[in-house]
């Protein structure tokens, strides 16, 4: 595990990604190049993600994923060797604006990958839209970020904060739950994802008996779980996150609720944290754009790469890492290395289609992908599918002037 | 008639259970230095700080010129011409003397609340400031750090930042405190310099220092006034031999 | 009371011609971080005010800071046209205003109790932000545009030209450094810099020590929310993570490594600490291991900060040739 | 809502401030009596929490986790008493606070070195893992009505030992004059590493006793510190009495906050102290 994060310019990543694409020179038949000058620069990626903290390992798994699709494609991209540069965000929204520059400005790169947090987003994404770089997001969630802040060289391979709220709602409504409780953390990201939610619960006739946003990142639910007990609701719709998961649903068990009340949420509720919540994960159901035991050959095929490469169970992050490094593989084999050619690698990657783990998707116009949405349930501490709510779910990029 | 500057009326101060001063009432004269006398834990410090503001009455009046300060602030007393000096040394040790004496000096200002034109400006300050230094002898060490001084010297110190203050009424608690024979002189010669144009309220143990200085002592024993009186009636009293000359005896022992 | 003397004098002027330099030679990047060093160097001046010089140990001056850059963005955050002069008084004066009901509350203890309270009402307003609905919580606010300065219709300075933002910050870094000194050599200045040193005193010698040290307090917090001020101006973006309590760890860190009771030496430690936040995580991912290893070693051998080893030195060259003394 | 709406309300604040108490009366030992402004109070939280996930993991048994991991942080507290604190008794309180704050980052840092950045979970035993049904719906967690059972039994501990025995007999007199107890010939060094491993341990504790429940990650530390020194600060610094009084308000203000205010509901301590401090600057029971 530490072997994977190491922030900073790390030689090692410079030496591997050189390496292995030395090993690769002869498999590599490409014959690249429109500008010989070109060829002979190593393409510049700078990742911008969060290596210490509580995102620590989202960002670890975010980067190996994303050198593992790039080293498939032979290490290189376009035929041009890669050199990552790679920066610890800390999460922390102050030192967003410095690092992004650092990476913009001091090292120049072609391509900015990052980050986890949203509001580090909101920062990078401001600076990156009016520079000469191509952003790919990883994961951050803001609605913002392909809305209003949307921009020709701004992608997101993730998802949008309304992508797994929004068929929240129909998902409890056909599992026929009409009086609910509505609980998430009170900031950015889950307050976008309740309002998604009670967009289409809403419209489809249920009844919000109570809506309770709970201070993040503080994770003393007793309070919220008596009252939620005193309501008694038909179900419970919740956003919650890593170690809060972890802690809203063993107190939700402790309290005997999981016997009565049923526990939904967006799927981050019971990703990557099943292990810490044990028993008390049981039977939730959750609404995410991928789920670990989906059925389909790139997902088998990517989850033993990944387990192989770092020895770590892929997890929905490392996904959406992976399916970046893809965009970057199609958008440089279009320009066939050639970083300055951006309108054409622009073109290619709007209308890339992704063969993700999670299943086919491309991009909607605000870059943002269209795709389908599972409800989960956690069995044996698994997230299995239930059945797909939503197909080819669109973020409505409110606010994008873009296409 | 001679002028009363200040006076207490039943002044009482009490710790917890403790009556650390218990009800007294005493007058001091214009131009005269007023001693007062007592045992350790007679509650001398107290009534000063009580004097001084430092400690607020628990019951009791005290008035300056006519005036009632009895709930005032020390800052208070000070501004309106009561200056105080104290027991443990209390000066800024990491500033010069002269420093040391022109805070005393700058109070002289209405406010110091003034922010623009640098303070060493203010002539008549330093005038102030080198004038106290004078007073207490101290000119020759006007650069010195204070708290690199002799014992004795940051003593006399502690005197200028009051004087520099220019009161006109002086409390001093036991300025001869923990000091030398030779210091001892040195700060006596002084407060009698002092005494001649100064009303001094005068805390001390040292007795010939203030049999020699005094014009009126009170003696106080277990917080309460036991006896006032000229320098003869206080030596002759019979009542202070039994209290304070026993307690003495047992202070030195 | 320290002495500036001649060589500190030149050694400050050398330091300024570097500044001024900088950009010619700097890279964007590092005129960029310069830059929010020069904003964070006038944040910490003015928390040497209170720590150095007044005695008061705040542990909620970021909090200041966050109120600056927050009324910035929630007044004016969604106007196409900022008005400079406006938003900069407005600003200032509120945050004049918070910083003198928390330091009247703040004021009537002393000692750990003061730390404490700081703290404490830095987290207050810290959640307030981070939970009110109407101040985009832990997202904080972007703005869209940076004030203008414009004097009867002719634009000053453009903001939002890197260089010139640069040379405005400068010019607030040397204004707010020459007018505390201003006010330490004024007769107030003297006032407070007695109260460090022993407040019972100062207050029998007839001042009223409490309405000295709330006025700087005041003061204090007021040029921290210039800081935060310009911060919001130069990034665009507040979040309430400024008004944080490891925000105001960091602060004194960098008034104590550069040497509280001097001036200049807040803006040595900001630079020094900011330019370290720079490099090490180059090094490793446990960088702030080695933070904590050298804040542990300024406690324990560097109390003075490094502006106290240039005063030894400089003291050293000056006790050669007598006088220049007197403060 | 119903009345036992309320009283469950109530039992989960009085929870909270129980375990809130050990933290703070920590604190305000080590303050009334070393005059040491403690920062790194917090570490020891989440060094006490790691250390029960890892030794129960171990051992495969909380009770025997908590047991081993007990004369540990004794341990570090004393070593962090010898080989930092030990030096800022002298000085002045901005260092102290400095330095401690210095020993949060190097803590975190070393817990990311040894435990990573997962969150963990700390399985509760067999015998406390039941719940006790309250309504139809909710049932009350035992291993909740165990920690205050622990805290009671910690703090009733703690008075005996103040107030019963030669140690708490030094250690009272140390609250009130250090150089008296000088003079007793008791040596003041070894009191004060005593006073500091055992506040470190009461607040490791309360971070062993809080791992099952909140889970162990990174940072838990730092929030429980700041509501720590609010209590120290409500109740008055050095009181023990004013730690309990002030812990089991602030724990009642923050459930009842977050119930009847939702919308502000972690400013409504910071408000309360504010209250307080209004009314005596020093605190409930604090000496001026």
């Known amino acids: 595990m530490s072997d994977q994060k190491k922030p900073g310019i790390s030689r090692r990543d410079i030496i591997k990604g050189g390496a292995a694409a030395a090993g690769l020179v002869t498999a590599s038949s490409l014959i690249p190049t429109r500008f010989a000058i070109g060829n002979t620069a190593k393409v510049k990626v700078g990742i911008l993600l969060p290596y210490t903290g509580t995102y620590a390992k989202l960002g670890s798994n975010i980067k190996d994923a994303l050198q593992l699709r790039i080293n498939e494609a032979g290490g290189k991209l376009g035929g041009r060797e890669v050199e990552y540069i790679n920066i610890d965000s800390e999460a922390a929204p102050p030192k967003a604006p410095e690092l992004t520059n650092k990476l913009l400005k001091k090292e120049q790169v072609d391509f900015l990958i990052g980050p986890v947090h949203s509001v580090v987003g909101m920062a990078m994404v401001k600076l990156a839209r009016n520079a000469d770089v191509i952003a790919v997001i990883p994961n951050a969630g803001a609605n913002g970020l392909t809305g209003s802040l949307c921009a020709p060289n701004i992608f997101r391979t993730s998802f949008s904060s309304y992508q797994p709220g929004f068929p929240g709602g129909t998902a409890m409504l056909e599992d026929g739950h009409k009086n609910v409780v509505l609980m998430y953390w009170n900031y950015g990201f889950g307050k976008e994802t309740a309002a998604a939610f009670k967009e289409s619960f809403l419209a489809g006739g249920g009844n919000i008996v109570k809506e309770i946003p709970t201070p993040f990142p503080k994770v003393e639910f007793q309070a919220y779980l008596t009252e939620v007990a005193a309501l008694k609701p038909d179900a419970v719709f919740t956003f919650y996150a890593g170690g809060g998961a972890v802690k809203f649903v063993k107190d939700y068990a402790a309290a005997g609720l999981h016997k009565s009340i049923p526990l939904y949420g967006a799927g981050f509720l019971t990703e990557g944290v099943t292990g810490a919540q044990g028993e008390a994960a049981e039977g939730i159901r959750t609404t995410l754009h991928y789920a670990d035991t989906l059925d389909l050959p790139a997902n088998i095929r990517f989850r033993e790469a990944f387990l192989k490469t770092t020895g770590n169970q892929a997890d929905v992050y490392a996904v959406q890492g992976y399916d970046a490094g893809d965009l970057l593989v199609q958008g440089m084999a279009a320009v066939e290395g050639d970083v300055r050619a951006k309108a054409e690698m622009i073109k290619a990657m709007e209308s890339a289609t992704i063969d993700s783990p999670r299943g086919k998707f491309t991009f909607s116009k605000a870059h943002n992908p269209i795709q389908d949405i599972y409800l989960r349930e956690v069995v044996n501490g698994q997230n299995q599918v239930i059945r797909t709510v939503q197909k080819a779910v669109e973020d409505p990029a409110e606010g994008c002037k873009m296409g | ?253 | 009371m320290h002495t500036v003397t001649r060589p500190i004098i030149v050694f400050l002027c050398l330091c300024l011609l570097l500044l001024l330099l900088f950009p010619v030679v700097g890279s964007s990047f590092y005129t960029g971080l310069v830059t929010k060093i020069m904003i964070l160097s006038i944040f910490t001046i003015s928390l040497d005010l209170l720590i150095g010089f007044t005695g008061l140990v705040s542990f909620g001056h970021a909090a200041f800071f966050g109120i600056g850059a927050y009324l910035l963005a929630i007044l004016f955050g969604n106007l196409e046209q900022i008005n400079y002069w406006w938003s900069l008084t407005l600003t200032l004066s509120l945050t004049g205003v918070a910083a003198l009901l928390v330091g009247w509350l703040c004021i009537r203890t002393s000692g750990v109790y003061f730390i404490m309270l700081t703290l404490a009402f830095a987290q207050m307003f810290f959640y307030f932000f981070f939970e009110s609905p109407h101040f985009g919580g832990d997202d904080g606010i972007f703005m869209l545009n940076k004030p203008q300065i414009t004097l009867a219709t002719r634009q000053l300075v453009d903001l939002d030209n890197e260089h010139h933002f640069y040379y405005f910050v400068l010019a607030w870094l040397v204004g707010v450094y020459l007018f505390l000194s201003m006010i330490l050599r004024a007769p107030f200045g003297h006032v407070l810099i007695a109260i460090k040193a022993n407040e019972q005193r100062v207050r029998a010698l007839g001042y009223s020590t409490p309405h000295y040290k709330l006025v700087s307090f005041v003061i204090a917090g007021t040029i921290a929310g210039l800081a935060g001020f310009l911060e919001a101006a130069h990034t665009n973006f507040v979040t309430p993570a400024y008004l944080g309590w490891h925000e105001s760890g960091m602060a004194i860190m960098m008034v104590i490594l550069g040497g509280m009771g001097t001036l200049f030496g807040p803006v040595i430690g900001t630079f020094i600490v900011v330019l370290l936040q720079d490099f090490l995580p180059e090094f490793t991912e446990h960088w702030k291991l080695i933070m904590g290893a050298i804040i542990i070693f300024v406690v324990l051998f560097l109390p003075n900060g490094i502006a106290g080893l240039i005063f030894s030195i400089s003291n050293r060259f000056s006790s050669r040739a007598p006088g220049g003394r007197e403060g | 809502m119903e009345i036992s709406f309320y009283l469950i309300q109530l039992l989960n604040g009085i929870q909270y401030g129980f375990l809130l108490f050990l933290m703070a009366s920590g604190l305000t030992l080590i303050f009334g009596i070393m005059g040491i402004i403690n920062l790194a109070h917090g570490a020891f939280y989440m060094i006490g929490a790691y250390l029960c996930y890892w030794l129960t993991g171990i051992t495969g048994n909380l009770f025997t986790g908590i047991l081993l991991a007990i004369p540990l942080s004794i341990l570090f507290g004393y070593a962090v008493e010898r080989l930092a604190i030990s030096y800022l008794y002298r000085r002045d309180h901005l260092y102290q606070v400095l330095l401690t704050y210095a020993l949060i980052l190097i803590a975190n840092e070393l817990q990311s070195i040894f435990w990573g950045n997962d969150v963990h979970s700390v399985p509760i035993p067999e015998l406390l893992r039941g719940s006790i049904q309250l309504t139809a719906n909710q049932a009350y967690p035992v291993y909740r009505l165990f920690i205050s059972g622990a805290c009671i039994t910690l703090a009733v501990a703690m008075y005996w030992v103040i107030q019963k025995t030669r140690l708490g007999m030094t250690i009272r007199a140390g609250a009130s004059n250090r150089e008296m107890v000088q003079a007793l010939g008791i040596n003041i060094n070894w009191l004060f590493a005593i006073v500091f491993s055992l506040g470190a341990t009461l607040a490791a504790f309360a971070g062993m006793l809080a791992a099952p429940v909140n889970s162990v990650y990174p940072g838990i530390g730092d929030n429980i510190l700041i509501i720590s020194f609010v209590v120290v600060v409500i109740g008055g610094i050095g009181s023990i009495k004013g730690a309990f009084i002030g812990a089991l308000l602030i724990g009642l203000a923050d459930t009842f906050g977050k119930v009847l205010l939702p919308e502000m509901a972690s400013m409504v301590v910071y408000a309360l102290m504010a209250a307080v401090l209004f009314w005596r600057p020093q605190g409930l029971f604090g000496k001026v």
């Open chain 2, 1 to 253: 008639m001679p002028e009363i500057i200040l006076r207490t009326e039943h002044l009482c101060k009490n710790f917890g259970g403790l009556k650390a001063t218990d009800d007294v009432s005493l007058e001091f004269e214009r131009g005269k230095v007023h001693a007062i006398l007592g045992p350790n834990g007679a509650g001398k410090t107290t009534l000063i700080n009580l004097l001084s503001g430092e400690l607020q009455p628990s019951s009791g009046r005290i008035s300056f010129k006519g005036y009632d300060i009895t709930d005032a602030r020390p800052e208070k007393i000070s501004r309106i011409g009561i200056g105080r000096s104290f027991q443990k040394t209390n000066i800024l040790p990491g500033f010069s003397c002269f420093q040391n004496c022109w805070i005393g000096a700058q109070s002289c200002l209405i406010t110091s609340m003034r922010f623009f034109r640098p303070a060493r400006h203010l002539r008549m300050v330093h005038r102030r400031a080198d004038h106290a230094l004078q007073l207490c002898g101290l000119a020759g060490k006007r650069n010195q750090i204070a708290g690199t001084m002799s014992y004795g010297e940051q003593r006399q110190l502690e005197i200028a930042m009051m004087l520099a203050t220019e009161p006109e009424l002086l409390l001093l608690d036991e300025p001869l405190a923990g000091m030398g024979s030779e210091e001892s002189q040195q700060v006596t010669a002084l407060l009698r310099e002092l005494a001649r144009e100064q009303t001094l309220i005068l805390i001390e143990h040292d007795m010939d220092a203030v049999f020699s200085l005094a014009d009126r002592i009170t003696v106080m024993v277990d917080g309460a006034e036991l006896e006032t009186g000229s320098v003869e009636q206080i030596r002759n009293s019979q009542a202070v031999q039994d209290a304070y000359l026993g307690h003495a005896d047992e202070e030195v022992a």
